[in-house]
């Protein structure tokens, strides 16, 4: 079990730039989750997959965010022509139904739009 | 909809001692779940300790344990014995289901260890 692996770890990019951040979920957990966390808050919900269907999106989620799981395994999060205000911690988690729900988090990828 | 609600932005107490971390929710679930996750300077979100809401036995883990309180949505976690190492953000979070709701966070406690 190696755990929640995300990459890149930290971001720097122009504002206006697509960025993408990928997450390897723990082997075999079937359910994985985006969240997004600013400084001095708790993660927010961002999007939620069962294998490879995306079952929700939050409602603060713009349109210029996809996230996509093509073969439920690893997921993808891109976000088109960035804005400041979308530097925050990306985090990704995953779980298992069986594990009792117990969500498992990766170590987050940094983004910061200058 | 849920809400997790913690109350105390941060919090201090000297090594050795206990200290006790407040948490309320709400929710409309009858099947739920309870977290409560650490957050150091290295920002990775690691799980202290979880306790299922149909369980009345509060759930312990080493120096963790909780004081689950159905009836009044209580959920606080007390550290006994604090070590340099347990100081970080600590996270209440509620679990009832996958999606938006699925996991819900509070805003957080500051904990900071005097030695």
């Known amino acids: 079990d190696t755990g929640v692996s995300q990459n890149p770890r930290h971001k720097i990019t122009k504002r206006g730039q697509n960025v993408t951040f990928r997450c390897d979920p723990i082997?075999?957990?079937?359910?994985l989750y985006w969240y997004r966390q600013t400084l001095g808050q708790g993660p927010e919900f961002l999007t939620y997959?069962?294998?490879?269907?995306?079952?929700?999106k939050s409602r603060l989620l713009s349109d210029r965010f996809s996230a996509e799981r093509p073969k439920g395994s690893f997921s993808t999060l891109e976000i088109q022509r960035t804005e400041q205000g979308d530097s925050a911690m990306y985090l990704c988690?995953?779980?298992?139904?069986?594990?009792?729900?117990?969500?498992?988090f990766g170590e987050g990828s940094w983004l910061t739009v200058v | 909809a849920q809400t997790v609600t913690q109350s105390q932005p941060e919090m201090s107490v000297q090594e050795a001692e206990t200290v006790t971390l407040s948490c309320t929710y709400d929710?409309?679930?009858?099947?739920?779940?309870l977290f409560w996750y650490k957050q150091p300077p290295s920002r990775q979100m690691i799980l202290v300790i979880r306790?299922?809401?149909?369980?009345?036995q509060n759930a312990t883990e080493n120096r963790f344990s909780v004081n689950f309180q159905k009836a009044a949505k209580s959920f606080s976690l007390k550290i006994s014995d604090s070590q340099l190492g347990d100081a970080a953000m600590y996270f209440c979070?509620?679990?009832?289901?996958?999606?938006?709701?699925?996991?819900?966070f509070g805003k957080g406690t500051h904990l900071i260890i005097q030695p």
């Open positions: 082997s075999e957990h079937n359910r």
């Open positions: 988690a995953s779980s298992l139904r069986t594990s009792g729900n117990t969500i498992y």
């Open positions: 929710t409309s679930e009858s099947d739920y779940y």
């Open positions: 997959f069962q294998n490879e269907a995306q079952l929700e």
């Open positions: 979070a509620c679990y009832s289901g996958g999606g938006a709701d699925g996991l819900t």
């Open positions: 306790q299922e809401a149909y369980k009345q």
